[in-house]
Every structure is written in structure tokens, then in C-alpha cells.
């Protein structure tokens, strides 16, 4: 019985953790990659979740060719450094962020509208025996009309 | 006292499948879903991306109501307030279905109004959107603060876009940080089925060869597979069985529709630090299919706003 009490209650704990981590990431979002944005305008689409170091997110979305772009990515500070690469449909790597500084924002227009893939990677930090960190991560896109 | 004893138990049990299928809702959808991708890599960074196998989280993202106006002021369109959902038809939504879809629809009439300087359409369109915001539960999605704001910087685009993209942020952000992912995906469906409605409405047969707006039109092409696969993320939900349903609908028109794209070739501008993605794209979209889609979309649409 004290036992099945006590499954019940750190299950409930876990959960509301989570609920708790996923608020934090919305918070994250705002504070530190929105303004990365610039003068462009966020397009309102809220990208964020909680990775674990080695893990990565993959997002899907058409860009339009009357458009500049800027994408933005953040990690939350714990983590180690998160890198993105984009691919176009047939998986060709259009731009990596490793390959510019590990730059956290890219500016891009296109010719044509296309659809894209973007893969987001936190890097391992090497350390062997701890606990991998985990920590917020964010995708946001800000848009003008191409000049 | 034994007899207590087990209803307790019994509670205590409930309580805990309870909590167990929450929690495996919550890792259902796009948390869930992880696939093995190689990546063809060119060129001599090859093994910096070897290890790139499998995604914890696959984000399937739509164009918002902002950009979605966005595309049909730049393309040349002109304003029909007739186009937009009645502000009246807030009472008749009062399922989470309904309001979920018609948040996204209105979010789209108020990026409408609010890119064409429509003032007075702008504060009806927030505060209908607010309704649908209320209604499904989103906290502080829209205050009064927002409305105040908008009122205060009625003539000034820059910061009513600002608004209107926050508010957005606000609410599907609480839609998927509390859970629920199928009305999130009701809300972005409804806000690009809305963008795709106005936009075919919007085209002059007379003027149909190299009109712009069609060319906007074509490239939603691209998009309707990303919205199937992030509706079948939640299905299972019977709101978004129906409208996965109505969406191949739609993909069946698009489907006829050829796109022939050149390979991307990226090509950095310096002088403004931008990097162009080069490429060429033909189409073959004849007017009776154009008429075909419109039909279908309206007909989607009357029903989704009803």
C-alpha cells in the first residue's frame, strides 16, 4: 500500500516536472531567441522542446521566394554548443552552422518557394560518467518581404 | 475496514493508470516519432554528420496566419472584408474542435485586416480571436493589455504584426505545453486553410497567366503533405480524423498539379550578408484545376466556420 502511494505520488511529480520544463521552454523562447530575430517578424510558430546532449529535433516547413528569412536557434546556457544544418528534399546540405562559427541565426532568401529540412543537434560535451545535461531548445523564423 | 481499505487501493490504482496514460499521450505524436535518416552529405565534411541518425522531436510547420497574408499582400491582392469569417459566428463555436479551428481562422482574418490598415476590423478580429483563445482555455493568450496596446498603435503595422504574432506564440505555445497537440494542429490547419481560401477567392480569372497570387498558391502545394503529417500525429482524435479527411482532398487537387524544380544551388551575397538559394521551378496549373481547388477549399471551409 505505502508503496503504491508512493508510485502514485512520484508519477505525478515527473509529470508536472515535465508540464513544468515545457512552460520554462516557452519563457526561454521569448526571452532569448526572439530577439535574435532582429528586424524581422517572428511568423508567431512556437519550435521549442527539451533535448538531452547527443540528441536532435528535425523540423519541416516551405519557405516562399517573396520572402527573406532569418532562422534563429538558441540552447538553453547548460547545454553544449547546439548546431543546425539544412537540407533541401532531395537530403543535399544547403547550410551548417558549424561551418560559420556555429553561427545561431542564418539569413537566407530563395528563388523559388521550397520546402525544407532543418536538423538540430546538441553536441555531446565528452564528459564521460555524468549525467547528460538537458535543456531547452528553440526554432524560431522571422520573415520580410524580399527587397 | 478491509472494505475501505480496498476502495482505497482501488482509487489509489485508478489514479495511477490515470497518470499513466497522460503520460503516454504526452510521448505520443511528434515526440514519439523517430526515423532512421541518412543524410547524403557532399562535398568534405562528411563525417561531422555521420553520427546524424535519429530525431527526439520532428516539428511539421505550417506558414502562420502572418506570413500567410504576408504572401497574399506582397503578391498583389487587393482587401475583401467579405472574405473574412463573420465576427457574429463566435457564438455558434463551443465545441474544442470549432474553436480550435476557427482561432486559426481568425488569427488569419485579423493578419488580413491588419496588413491592409482595416483599423476597426483589426480590434473585431482580435477580440473574436480572443473569444476562441478563452473558450479552448489559453491563459493570457489575448489580455486586455494586448487589446490596449493594439488600440493605442492602431495605424502602426509594425506593432500590430508584433501583437499579432505574440498572441499566436501565446497560444499555440500553451496548446502544446499543456498537452494538447490536436487542437494546437486544429488551430495552425484552420489558420492555413483560411490563408488558402482568401488567396484562391482572391484571383481574377480574367488576369489568371502569370498572376502572381497563383504562383502563391501553387507553392501551398509544398505544404499540404506537412500538415497531413503533423494531423496524423494526433490521429485518432475524431476532430482530426475528419479534417485529415477533407485535407487529402485538397492534396488530391494539388496532386495534379506538377512541380519541376532545378537542383538548390546556395549562393552567398556578401554585401548583404544573405544567402540566396538559386533554383528554377515550373508548374503546370491549368485554370479548370485552379477552379477545382478554389471549389474544394470553399467548401472545406463553409463547413469548418459553420
Known amino acids: 500500500m505505502r508503496i503504491l502511494k508512493l508510485t502514485a505520488v512520484l508519477i505525478l511529480f515527473f509529470i508536472a516536472s515535465g508540464l513544468n520544463v515545457k512552460g520554462q521552454c516557452k519563457s526561454f523562447a521569448k526571452r532569448t531567441c526572439l530577439p535574435e530575430l532582429g528586424s524581422y517578424t517572428h511568423d508567431g510558430n512556437y519550435h521549442a522542446t527539451v ?75 565528452g564528459q564521460q560518467g555524468g549525467t547528460p545535461k538537458s535543456g531547452c531548445v528553440a526554432i524560431m523564423f522571422g520573415f520580410k518581404i524580399k527587397t | 475496514m478491509t472494505r475501505l481499505l480496498k476502495i482505497s487501493n482501488s482509487i489509489l490504482a485508478l489514479a495511477i493508470l490515470f497518470t499513466l496514460m497522460i503520460a503516454s499521450c504526452r510521448s505520443g505524436g511528434k515526440d514519439a516519432k523517430k526515423e532512421a535518416d541518412s543524410v547524403n552529405v557532399q562535398g568534405a565534411n562528411a563525417a561531422v554528420y555521420e553520427d546524424i541518425k535519429q530525431a527526439e522531436k520532428i516539428f511539421y510547420t505550417l506558414p502562420s496566419p502572418l506570413e500567410s497574408a504576408m504572401l497574399i499582400k506582397s503578391a498583389g491582392a487587393f482587401f475583401d472584408n467579405n472574405l473574412l469569417n463573420p465576427i457574429e459566428n463566435t457564438s455558434h463555436y463551443s465545441t474544442n474542435r470549432s474553436m480550435g479551428l476557427n482561432l486559426g481562422i481568425y488569427t488569419c482574418d485579423l493578419s488580413f485586416a491588419s496588413l491592409y490598415d482595416q483599423t476597426q476590423l483589426i480590434i473585431d478580429y482580435m477580440n473574436a480571436a480572443k473569444k476562441m483563445a478563452d473558450g479552448l482555455g489559453i491563459l493570457d493568450a489575448i489580455n486586455e493589455e494586448d487589446i490596449k496596446n ?13 501583437i499579432v504574432s ?18 494546437a494542429a486544429l488551430v495552425l490547419a484552420g489558420g492555413w486553410l483560411e490563408g488558402l481560401y482568401i488567396s484562391t477567392q482572391l484571383v481574377d480569372m480574367k488576369d489568371f497567366n502569370g498572376n502572381k497570387l497563383v504562383g502563391r498558391i501553387i507553392d501551398q502545394k509544398l505544404s499540404v503533405d506537412i500538415l497531413i503529417d503533423l494531423l496524423e500525429t494526433s490521429k485518432g482524435h475524431p476532430a482530426v480524423d475528419e479534417l485529415i479527411a477533407q485535407v487529402k482532398v485538397v492534396k488530391t487537387v494539388f496532386d495534379k498539379i506538377t512541380l ?24 503546370d496549373l491549368t485554370p479548370e484545376v485552379f477552379k477545382e481547388l478554389s471549389a474544394t477549399v470553399a467548401d472545406i471551409r463553409s463547413n469548418l466556420i459553420k
Open chain 2, 260 to 283: 519541376k524544380t532545378t537542383p538548390i544551388r546556395p549562393e552567398y551575397d556578401q554585401a548583404a550578408n544573405v544567402t540566396v538559394l538559386k533554383s528554377e521551378v515550373q508548374s
Open chain 1, 51 to 125: 533535448l538531452t546532449e547527443g540528441e536532435e529535433a528535425e523540423l519541416y516547413k516551405t519557405f516562399y521566394s517573396d520572402m527573406e528569412y532569418r532562422l534563429s536557434i538558441c540552447g538553453d546556457e547548460n547545454l553544449p554548443p547546439v548546431e543546425f544544418i539544412v537540407l533541401d528534399v532531395n537530403k543535399n546540405i544547403l547550410y551548417s552552422s558549424k561551418d560559420a562559427n556555429n553561427a545561431s541565426t542564418w539569413d537566407f532568401k530563395l528563388q523559388s518557394s521550397q520546402q525544407l529540412k532543418i536538423i538540430i543537434k546538441v553536441n555531446s560535451s
Open chain 2, 150 to 162: 493594439l488600440e493605442e498603435n492602431i495605424h502602426n503595422t509594425d506593432v500590430i504584426m508584433d
Open chain 2, 166 to 183: 505574440q498572441t499566436y506564440l501565446n497560444s499555440n505555445s500553451y496548446l502544446e505545453d499543456n498537452n494538447q497537440p490536436a487542437i
